[in-house]
């Protein structure tokens, strides 16, 4: 059911970062609201499914550092774990929504998300834009052995 939202760490951590002032049931309806959107779209049974596949898409690897050597200011990519690749796509989602035009958020959230999975969207691209850098930096990161 839409109505519902599951009991699952992403959902939850969708919530948690759509949510504002602490109104944690305002961040629910929008989210329910956008899957209701996303499943007429998409004719899926589960729409929840399509936004943790999105995020997994949208997630970036590695997160650029700097820092300094001497007078010298380096990047260095850091490895990210788990939540905070997660984090890192659920705001590049929402920024990207945000400056979408259509006419309530909802859609504007469902249409990105609808878009990730296509593979049209501009978070796409951000994420390849920043694995780009990591890898022109490669040379900066520490290797342990």
Same mark, same amino acid.
């Given at each position: 059911?839409?109505?519902?939202?599951?009991?699952?760490?992403?959902?939850?951590?969708?919530?948690?970062?759509?949510? =504002?002032?602490?109104?944690?049931?305002?961040?629910?309806? $929008? +989210?329910?609201?956008?899957? #209701?959107?996303?499943? %007429?779209?998409? !004719?899926?049974?589960?729409?929840?499914?399509?936004?943790?596949?999105?995020?997994?898409?949208?997630?970036?690897?590695?997160?650029?550092?700097?820092?300094?050597?001497?007078?010298?200011?380096?990047?260095?990519?850091?490895?990210?774990?788990? =939540?905070?690749?997660?984090?890192?796509?659920?705001?590049? $989602? +929402?920024?990207?929504?945000? #400056?979408?035009?259509? %006419?309530?958020? !909802?859609?504007?959230?469902?249409?990105?998300?609808?878009?990730?999975?296509?593979?049209?969207?501009?978070?796409?691209?951000?994420?390849?834009?920043?694995?780009?850098?990591?890898?022109?930096?490669?040379?900066?990161?520490?290797?342990?052995?």
């Amino acid at each position: 059911d839409v109505n519902i939202i599951p009991k699952d760490d992403i959902i939850s951590q969708v919530v948690n970062t759509f949510m =504002r002032d602490g109104k944690k049931t305002k961040a629910q309806k $929008i +989210i329910i609201d956008s899957m #209701k959107i996303l499943q %007429k779209k998409t !004719e899926a049974p589960n729409p929840y499914v399509i936004l943790t596949e999105a995020i997994e898409l949208a997630s970036p690897l590695l997160k650029l550092t700097t820092t300094k050597k001497g007078s010298k200011v380096t990047s260095v990519p850091t490895p990210l774990r788990e =939540r905070q690749r997660r984090r890192r796509a659920i705001t590049w $989602i +929402i920024d990207a929504a945000s #400056k979408r035009n259509d %006419k309530t958020f !909802e859609q504007k959230f469902a249409s990105e998300i609808y878009d990730i999975n296509q593979g049209v969207s501009g978070v796409l691209q951000k994420k390849s834009q920043l694995h780009k850098q990591v890898l022109a930096n490669r040379a900066n990161a520490q290797v342990s052995y």
